[in-house]
Nanobody, 124 residues
């Protein structure tokens, strides 16, 4: 089982990035996927989540209206489109997976598999 994030990088405040999370080694269609982030000295925090079908979503209040989560099951990939990035969004972003064909999950403890993360840097 493997989750690999990509798409991180450096951007100025107000800019955009699109992160990708590519899965392998399991039946991706049966998994809910979440995105989390962790900044230096801070706890890992929930960003967004999507159900197996893409029909259910959840977002942290801090990113609503600016971030969009989506998935392409044919490509075993979940995306996180991040617009109007703020300096406070700088962190390592992780994707996580949990076997579920019904719900979305916002608690990190509910996920079974994690990627290694991709760094997002936002400058003022």
């Amino acid at each position: 089982v493997q989750l690999v994030e990509s798409g991180g990088g450096s951007v100025q405040a107000g800019g955009s990035l699109r992160l990708s999370c590519v899965a392998s080694g399991f039946c991706f269609d049966d998994y809910a996927i979440g995105w989390y982030r962790q900044a230096p000295g801070k706890e890992r925090e929930f960003v967004a989540a999507i159900s197996w079908s893409g029909g259910k979503f959840a977002y942290a209040d801090s990113v609503k209206g600016r971030f969009t989560i989506s998935r392409d099951n044919a490509k075993n990939t979940v995306y996180l489109q991040m617009n109007s990035l703020e300096v406070g969004a700088a962190a390592v972003y992780y994707c996580a997976g949990r076997l579920s064909v019904r719900y979305v999950y916002t608690s990190s403890g509910q996920y079974d598999y994690w990627g290694q993360g991709t760094q997002v840097t936002v400058s003022s």
